[in-house]
Nanobody, 124 residues
Framework: QLQLVESGGGLVQPGGSLRLSCAAS????????IGWFRQAPGKEREGVSC????????YYADSVKGRFTISRDNAKNTVHLQMNSLKPEDTAVYYC?????????????????WGSGTQVTVSS
């Protein structure tokens, strides 16, 4: 069973930054594609950013391109999501997920293991 724990969420003002972390237990993250998804109240869960297990290629949703950066820290078995220039519309619960796919595909059905989420609120 793939166990993931997210951390780093919180309340931030518009234009601020947060760094989310996704830590794995019981398995090695660098063998899996890792994705960050988010779900705002009343909305579908959407893929935000994903990173492949092979060549480190990445995917970003159009809404976060240029503002968010996904990265792996294999030594710490962790994946980070650096979020800059945050906007109120980024407010959501953010989930990390792991899947067996090689490519950075941010499709929910491609992921087997999910964390319980961390709340990000962007508000003045």
């Amino acid at each position: 069973q793939l166990q993931l724990v997210e951390s780093g969420g919180g309340l931030v003002q518009p234009g601020g930054s947060l760094r989310l972390s996704c830590a794995a237990s019981g398995f090695t993250l660098d063998y899996y594609v890792i994705g960050w998804f988010r779900q705002a109240p009343g909305k579908e869960r959407e893929g935000v950013s994903c990173i492949s297990s092979s060549d480190g290629s990445t995917y970003y949703a159009d809404s976060v391109k240029g503002r968010f950066t996904i990265s792996r820290d294999n030594a710490k078995n962790t994946v980070h999501l650096q979020m800059n220039s945050l906007k109120p519309e980024d407010t959501a619960v953010y989930y990390c997920a792991a899947g067996p796919s090689v490519q950075a595909v941010c499709v929910r059905g491609k992921y087997d293991g999910w964390g319980s989420g961390t709340q990000v609120t962007v508000s003045s």
